[in-house]
């Protein structure tokens, strides 16, 4: 699924019209019938409902649907804003039905605006600004973003939250967006829909499909997806029937020191639920009866130290390497770690305390191999950043530009964990739930793409599908157990059914 700029979208729109053919009116009216089909979910018989509409066709699509509302009984009016007496044209249209069908139902505002009483009751549509604004609202749109924002009224926005940009909303001035409830979003996501610190403006999102034109979205490129299971399933390996384990790759997993044994056997268990052949573990000396004991399935390469790595394994004999899991950040440590990834001529997953310390040595970024993975967290991203991200959206840009720069590729974890290419090309998972924000999730995501890595995977499939499988057995566990008792050996657990689901119906 694509995500387009606001400059696509409003060119998308221009296809759609130009080319199904359609009105713009006609496409209006479309919108508006879908938007009434689910607003009207949300009134009961004794439901006020009371419309704010801005100039643009933001506003008419809301004029639209406060005259549908009318006519399936509703009552519902509209507070037109024409402060500056120009209307779009698609607006000016649906201000003059409404005005001829239901004169009552308007109310245009051209200089003072009295506020209409908002109570609990009240079911608000925000149809003042849609997805073309490009800078923050002030004056009276901010007076009245603040009004329905202070007051307990449901709130119904159309395609965006008023004052929400499309996508850059780091310099934007957040007391001054619609909080809304529900975002009832035209054709596709928008980018700034994907970031955390927006969904306080977004509540419960919901895309309407209002059929715009696929040749379009089919053939323009773009900078943002977000991952579907066809792309997922399409890219899934098949295993030979006469396969051996020497055949499905050998990993090495570089984790754990004294009392962080943890991460290597959730990492090593997840890389052996991943599909490889083989998984050793390289570890200090005080974790081996732990991981003998625990994955019985892996081989242990212990350090010469006991508490901390103080060596690199030998990596001609793996085919992939997941590093950094619980490996603490001391400088013999650092520089063990660092000679195992430049001297390592395979795929390298780097995490955890291995990007924690590239944070402190920035300057072996440029000393690094071409096609890392890089899996940080948000607060992990930050740390390897020259200067604090200021908000979710410049975090993603700089993740964006450490892959560039670096020839790699970034896996930045969150909600929606977004990987970031070397062609700048960055791609939303689909998969996950707030129960997998628990200690150990990322070394079970480690484990994965590292298995898929040694397995066989391309570096681009094997970050893809480990973020998408990674989730996906986050869903399954958590509709078994809760989000709120989910640990990590329950992603490890389900990653069974999550394979399954995926490779079920594949033509192998």
Request: hydrophobic share 40%; aromatic share 6%; net charge negative.
């Amino acid at each position: 699924m694509k995500i387009f700029t606001a400059s696509q979208i409003r060119e998308l729109d221009r296809y759609t019209i130009e080319n199904e053919p359609i009105s713009s009116i006609d496409l209006m009216e479309r919108v508006a019938t879908l938007l009434t089909g689910e607003i009207v979910r949300y009134c009961d018989g004794n439901s006020p409902v009371v419309a704010f509409a801005g100039p643009g066709n933001n506003g008419g699509d809301a004029l639209a649907v406060v005259r549908l509302l009318r006519a399936e009984g509703i009552n519902a009016v509209a507070f037109l804003f024409n402060v500056s007496g120009k209307l779009s044209e698609d607006c000016q249209v649906n201000r003059d039905r409404l005005q001829q069908k239901y004169p009552e139902a308007l109310k245009e505002v051209t200089q003072e605006f009295e506020p209409p009483k908002l109570t609990e009751d009240t079911v608000v549509i925000d149809g003042l600004f849609g997805s073309g604004i490009n800078k923050p609202l002030a004056g009276g749109f901010a007076a009245v973003v603040k009004y329905i924002n202070q007051s307990e009224a449901k709130v119904i926005s159309i395609d965006m939250p008023s004052g929400l940009m499309t996508e850059d909303n780091t310099y934007n001035v957040r007391q001054n967006i619609i909080e809304a409830d529900i975002t009832l979003t035209l054709g596709m996501k928008k980018l700034s829909m994907m970031l955390t610190d927006n969904q306080r403006y977004i509540g419960k999102l919901k895309v309407l499909d209002i059929g715009l034109h696929k040749d379009y979205i089919r053939d323009t490129e773009a900078q943002y997806t977000i991952l579907e299971e066809d792309m997922i399933r399409e890219r899934m390996l098949c295993r030979n029937d006469f396969a051996h384990k020497g055949e499905m790759g050998h990993a090495l997993i570089v984790a754990g020191s004294y009392g962080m044994a943890g991460a290597a056997v959730l990492a090593a268990k997840a890389c052996l639920r991943s599909g490889t052949g083989k998984v050793t573990v390289h570890t200090p000396r005080c974790n081996n009866d732990i991981l003998q004991i625990s994955v019985p399935e892996a081989i242990v390469d212990l350090d010469k130290d006991n508490e901390t790595i103080m060596q690199t394994a030998e990596s001609n004999k793996y085919a992939a390497i997941g590093i950094g899991p619980g490996i603490a950040q001391g400088e013999g440590t650092a520089i063990a770690m660092m000679t195992q990834i430049r001297c390592a001529k395979i795929p390298v997953v780097i995490d955890a305390d291995a990007l924690n310390i590239l944070a402190s040595h920035k300057a072996w970024l440029q000393q690094l191999p071409e096609g890392l993975i890089f899996t940080p967290h948000p607060r992990e991203m930050d740390r390897l950043c020259d200067t604090p991200p200021v908000d979710d959206f410049d975090r993603l840009m700089k993740a964006c530009d450490m892959a560039q720069r670096v020839r790699g590729y970034v896996v930045l974890k969150g909600h929606n964990s977004a990987l970031c290419m070397p062609n700048g090309q960055i791609i939303f998972n689909s998969t996950g739930n707030a129960g997998m924000a628990t200690a150990g999730s990322g070394d079970v995501l480690t484990g994965i793409i590292t298995g898929l890595l040694a397995r066989g995977y391309a570096t681009v499939d094997a970050a893809m599908i480990g973020m998408y499988l990674h989730g996906l057995a986050g869903d399954m566990a958590a509709r078994e157990l809760g989000e709120e008792s989910l640990i990590a050996s329950d992603i490890i657990s389900a990653l069974p059914k999550a394979f399954k689901h995926l490779l079920n119906g594949k033509r192998c």
